[in-house]
């Protein structure tokens, strides 16, 4: 699993008991978290289009 893989898992289960909830949430993300975040959202919102982040094997 990349490390983007593990940053993505893990804001996931930070996430779901205010889905689940549906109590909502403020969060302050790192940079690491911010950066893994914008590349997970560009690439699946723009899968055809549009500019894609560089997501390296090791990330």
Request: glycine share 8%; proline share 5%.
């Amino acid at each position: 699993m990349t490390n983007l893989q593990l940053i993505a898992q893990d804001l996931a289960e930070e996430f779901a008991p205010f889905v689940i909830g549906q109590s909502g949430t403020t969060k302050t993300f790192t940079a690491e978290q911010a950066s893994a975040l914008y590349k997970i959202l560009v690439n699946y919102g723009y899968p055809d289009e549009g500019p894609k982040a560089e997501v390296e094997a090791g990330e």
